[in-house]
């Protein structure tokens, strides 16, 4: 229970709270009236030093001590003390470090205690005046009010400190919030360029060594082409995969992507796999379009066909694009075979979506009557013709 009133502050702190509280008891434990015991006083002082030693320790228990120190003093019929400045730093550490029970506390507390001094004032000036109590009963309106000034200015410097502190932790954790969706961010783009390129290539390998292996037996030429084809495809693939390693490792630029130029020699690149590739391009690509857009292009045209290499069923693969001012819309049918890969569980699929989402389109999958259809619609912003 204890435990759990306790802040962690640090040794330090801690310690120099106890020797600015000490310095306090020596500094107020023997200024009073002379008419007072000194050892009552001291006492006083000795309690409420106790309080500011604790008072970033655990605010509640601060207020606690200097209430039973003013409860004290008030039973011993003691007048004002130096002593009791301790419960402005009190009221400040119940609003600045406090729970916020404690912090309400504190200024519930501002509010009686300000009440408190000024009807303890009025009753020792009539029991030790021979005033009547009418006189006494009117100076306790200013009293209360200069009193809850003090008190509560305490108090709310301490809300003040504390609104300040929070802004603070709120602006550090929203910086880190977005610093972990920015590199969460980049992880995912490097995941899906890594999926892109390590699949694509190794769809083409596969595909070339099985196409070595038969031409070998027949026509040694052939073999030799498909070798080369394999060799050209994985050195680009080595590196692509050592860039996209290096982004990961030393969080370097983006590496230079691919753009309209290198759809054609994709094209060939899988035709070479052996893939029947009928391609419809009209209008023309149009280099003026986004990178981005660009880039989601190519990876979805990649994908689909890695697709249609792995898991088709050896037919023709339809593609479709029209590159208008405004959008580029894209198509890619094939057959799919007995070996179809699952939609839910694709990950080529959500990386497709993924691309064409990040570039402000759309992507469709579609798998009926043994053929299945991606259809991706991408809108970008052209410049005005001229």
């Known amino acids: 229970m204890l435990r759990s009133l306790l802040r962690p502050i640090g040794r330090l702190r801690l310690g120099i709270d106890i020797v600015l509280a000490s310095l306090f008891f020596l500094m107020t434990a023997f200024l009073g009236d002379p008419s007072t015991d000194m050892a009552l006083i001291a006492l006083v002082a000795l309690i409420m030093s106790a309080a500011l030693a604790v008072r970033r320790l655990s605010p509640s228990i601060a207020l606690a001590i200097a209430w039973a120190g003013s ?12 002593s009791n400045m301790a419960i402005f730093g009190v009221l400040y550490v119940t609003a600045a470090y406090g729970s916020r029970r404690t912090m309400w506390a504190g200024l519930i507390s501002a509010g009686v205690g300000a009440a408190t001094i000024a009807v303890y004032l009025v009753v020792i000036d009539w029991l ?3 005033s009547s109590v009418g006189p006494a009963i009117v100076v306790a309106y200013p009293i209360f009010l200069a009193a809850l000034f003090g008190l509560a200015l305490s108090w709310t410097v301490g809300a003040l400190v504390r609104s300040v502190r929070r802004a603070r932790e709120t602006g550090e954790a929203q910086r880190i919030a977005e610093a972990e969706a920015r590199a969460e961010h980049e992880r995912g783009r490097i ?12 769809a083409v390998v596969v595909a070339q060594a099985n196409g070595a292996r038969y031409a070998a037996k027949q026509d040694p030429n052939l073999a030799i082409d498909a070798l080369g084809t394999i060799s050209q495809t994985a050195s680009a693939a080595l590196a692509d995969v050592r860039m996209l390693l290096a982004q990961l490792r030393h969080r370097e630029a983006e590496g230079p992507q691919p753009t309209v130029a290198d759809i054609e020699p994709l094209f060939a690149q899988v035709r070479q796999a052996g893939v029947d590739l009928v391609v419809d391009i009209d209008p023309a690509p149009r280099e003026d379009a986004p990178a981005a857009v660009q880039l989601a292009v190519y990876r979805i045209l990649q994908e689909a066909l890695t697709n249609a290499l792995r898991h088709g069923d050896g ?11 405004g959008s580029v819309s894209l198509m890619i049918r094939n057959g799919t075979g007995a070996r179809r890969e699952p939609e839910h569980d694709g990950h080529g699929i959500i990386g497709m979506r993924e691309r064409a989402q990040l570039a402000g389109g759309s992507l469709q999958v579609e798998h009926a009557d043994g053929r299945f259809t991606v259809r991706a619609d991408i809108p970008w912003e052209a410049p005005n013709d001229r």
């Open 315 to 325: 037919g023709a693969v339809d593609v479709a694009m029209a590159w208008l001012p």
């Open 128 to 130: 030790f005046s021979e």
């Open 191 to 202: 995941a899906r360029d890594m999926h892109d390129v390590v699949a694509h290539s190794l």
């Open 71 to 82: 409860l004290l003093q008030i039973t011993l019929i003691m007048p004002p003390l130096a």
